[in-house]
């Protein structure tokens, strides 16, 4: 299996770093041209020079945006045909402990920011008949309960189904919609967990592999559910989880 993308336009949502920088780098290596979003200016403009695009900003809570958004991506690219819904946030704490800006803030762009993202390019793809793929950038906290998660794992559970519902609606239209569940990866978005030894020693050991997760293996998972060899598979949730999710 190739996973080919030459010849499609794809857009990564929070590109800068992490798993969205991963994923991005391989699917340009895979033939795609690639387009990626940061919140900010100057990494709108790394991500531009490092792909060779138009620097893209967007903030995920600002979700009246999108139409607009969505219709200069499609006029800059010539039409984008592949969507990774990549950035989202986490406020790990306690529930007692979780306010309601901090459930607003995590649901708003790890879940509704991704819902709006995917409609407003569907509205492009379903009136020009334009086949596509989008991949949501779920976790595992969104199939199993793991402490100081609650927005988090509430905002990727969502996600998880929001991921069968628009599968559901589309598929007649050509438009596949997947979902990746990642265990615990080790980026900068992580370090702060990971870098806690007694806390980093109790989720490795829920891991029956025995190791924690590399973005390039997210990467590739994501690959495959956008390319054509995953061309009968949607609505599905990829667990990349090194078994954590098996109990």
Same mark, same amino acid.
């Given at each position: 299996?190739?996973?080919?993308? %030459?010849?499609? $336009?794809?857009?990564?949502?929070?590109?800068?770093?992490?798993?969205?920088?991963?994923?991005?780098?391989?699917?340009?290596?895979?033939? @795609? %041209?690639?387009?990626?979003?940061?919140? =900010?200016?100057?990494?709108?403009?790394?991500?531009? /020079?490092?792909?060779?695009?138009?620097?893209?900003?967007?903030?995920? $809570?600002?979700?009246?945006?999108?139409?607009?958004?969505?219709?200069?991506?499609?006029?800059?690219?010539?039409?984008?045909?592949?969507?990774?819904?990549?950035?989202? &946030?986490?406020?790990?704490?306690?529930?007692?402990?979780?306010?309601?800006? +901090?459930?607003?803030?995590?649901?708003?762009?790890?879940?509704?920011?991704?819902?709006?993202?995917?409609?407003?390019?569907?509205?492009?793809?379903?009136?020009?008949?334009?086949?596509? @793929?989008?991949?949501?950038?779920?976790?595992?906290?969104?199939?199993?309960?793991?402490?100081?998660?609650?927005?988090?794992?509430?905002?990727?559970?969502?996600?998880?189904?929001?991921?069968?519902?628009?599968?559901?609606?589309?598929?007649?239209?050509?438009? /596949?919609? $997947?979902?990746?569940?990642?265990?615990?990866?080790?980026?900068?978005?992580?370090?702060?967990?990971?870098?806690?030894?007694?806390?980093?020693?109790?989720?490795?050991?829920?891991?029956?592999?025995? /190791?924690?997760?590399?973005?390039?293996?997210?990467? +590739?998972?994501?690959?495959?559910?956008?390319? =054509?060899?995953?061309?009968?598979? %949607?609505?599905?949730?990829?667990? &990349? +989880?090194?078994?954590?999710?098996? /109990?």
């Amino acid at each position: 299996m190739s996973f080919d993308l %030459t010849g499609k $336009n794809a857009l990564v949502t929070g590109a800068t770093r992490g798993l969205g920088r991963a994923i991005a780098d391989r699917l340009a290596e895979l033939g @795609a %041209t690639v387009y990626g979003t940061s919140r =900010d200016a100057g990494g709108a403009e790394e991500i531009g /020079r490092r792909y060779g695009t138009a620097p893209l900003r967007l903030e995920l $809570n600002d979700v009246e945006s999108f139409a607009s958004f969505a219709e200069d991506v499609t006029a800059a690219s010539g039409g984008i045909h592949l969507l990774v819904n990549n950035a989202g &946030v986490n406020i790990p704490k306690p529930a007692v402990e979780v306010t309601p800006s +901090d459930w607003n803030t995590v649901l708003g762009a790890n879940l509704t920011g991704a819902f709006f993202l995917s409609t407003a390019f569907a509205k492009h793809w379903l009136r020009t008949g334009t086949p596509a @793929a989008i991949v949501n950038v779920a976790s595992q906290a969104g199939l199993v309960a793991i402490e100081e998660r609650a927005a988090y794992g509430a905002s990727k559970a969502g996600l998880i189904h929001v991921t069968k519902l628009l599968a559901l609606e589309w598929a007649r239209a050509g438009i /596949r919609v $997947n979902a990746v569940a990642p265990t615990f990866v080790r980026t900068e978005l992580t370090e702060s967990t990971l870098s806690r030894p007694e806390w980093a020693a109790e989720l490795l050991s829920r891991i029956p592999v025995g /190791r924690f997760g590399e973005p390039r293996e997210i990467a +590739d998972a994501v690959a495959y559910l956008l390319s =054509d060899e995953a061309a009968l598979v %949607t609505g599905h949730t990829l667990a &990349v +989880d090194g078994g954590y999710t098996i /109990r």
